[in-house]
């Protein structure tokens, strides 16, 4: 008899291991997906590519979310190469959350190689096509955002995806996203009325890299030229000689540009033409406090265009 348990135990050993393997590949081919275990205390891990949408999910999130930002404050989103640890993020994740319209497409190639089968929501996704300005070839501009109404409709789809990827939670989503959106609405009001105190032939501005397109719209302001034609894109002396000329010709009040970019060009710039300068606006990555929530982030930067252009 004993030697006919022994082959039936190493069966059962053998089986354990097999059983075990085979947990380890069902994990590592869910990644984050949702039957896999969920972050701290039962919330839901969210992934997003910015620091901004990383508060629109906690506004919304609240207690139930567990958000991570893989650029990190003060990073370059347009240019972010994810570290291996931010692959490790998004294959745990149960929902990715991007801009997309080209601003963090490396988000989808990123899921795509970790083989999550988490879902990545694009935020803009949520704005009608004819809200969307475009560069000279059409390409829509990416920065919706910046036009706090646009920024609205984002909240509405993300409480939409948390919902989807959580139903549990779903009516705390949306309570806290009504809740979030009230307080945008009046936002919204009053970036307009603080920008509404800037004379008019002060409002022409020159923007360091095109993230300002909505706001402009929204606000009231002229975006007569930028400096970069893509972050990384430092212009050539040719190029930085015709900026001058236009801040010049066309009576350009202000030369602005984010706390994440070098300054210099800024400078330079203002330098040669006499033009007033901003450069700590915030407009693709959060910063420290007070400039550490979306909501904070607009109202910093009405106010100190209102200051610069009021001057
Ligand atoms: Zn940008």
């Known amino acids: 008899m004993p030697h006919l348990q022994d082959p ?6 053998a089986g354990r291991r097999v059983l075990a393997l085979v947990v380890v590949m069902l994990v590592a081919a869910c990644g984050g997906g949702g039957a896999s275990p969920s972050g701290p205390d039962g ?12 508060d629109l999910v906690e506004q919304v999130g ?17 240019t972010f190469d994810p570290t291996p640890r931010g692959f490790e993020r998004v294959a745990r994740a149960q929902l990715l959350v991007a801009n997309g319209l080209g601003l963090d497409d490396w988000l989808v190639k990123v899921a795509s190689d970790t083989g999550t089968a988490a879902p990545v929501v694009s935020l803009a996704d949520g704005v ?19 036009d ?3 920024a609205r409709l984002y909240v509405a ?13 779903a009516a705390a989503f949306r309570e806290r996203a009504t809740t979030y959106d009230r307080r945008l609405a009046t936002l919204d009001t009053t970036i307009r009325g603080r920008l509404a105190t800037v004379p008019a032939e002060d409002r022409k501005v020159i923007s360091f890299h095109d993230a300002f397109p909505y706001f402009a719209q929204a606000y009231g302001l002229d975006i007569v030229g930028t400096i970069v034609a893509a972050p990384g894109q430092d212009p050539s002396a040719g190029e930085v000689a015709k900026l001058v ?19 210099d060009l800024v400078r330079t710039l203002a330098d040669e033409t006499g033009a007033r300068v901003v450069t700590d606006l915030y407009d ?28």
């Open 8 to 13: 039936s135990r190493r069966l059962t050993v």
């Open 148 to 150: 706090v109404s646009l």
């Open 128 to 146: 009608p096509a004819d809200r969307l300005l475009g560069d000279e070839d059409g390409t829509p501009n990416p920065h919706l955002w910046l």
């Open 62 to 78: 609240g207690p139930d979310v567990t958000v991570h930002s893989l650029v990190p404050k003060g990073g370059e989103v347009h």
């Open 245 to 263: 000329d236009a801040v010049k010709t066309n009576g350009v009040a202000a030369v602005i540009a984010e706390a994440q970019f070098n300054a």
């Open 43 to 54: 919330t839901l891990r969210v992934v997003t590519t910015t620091t901004v949408f990383a």
């Open 157 to 169: 789809q993300l409480a939409e995806a948390l919902a989807t990827a959580d139903p549990a939670h």
């Open 284 to 311: 693709d990555t959060l910063g420290d406090p007070p400039v550490d929530t979306y909501e904070a982030m607009l109202t910093w930067d009405a106010d100190r265009l209102t200051e610069a252009l009021s001057d």
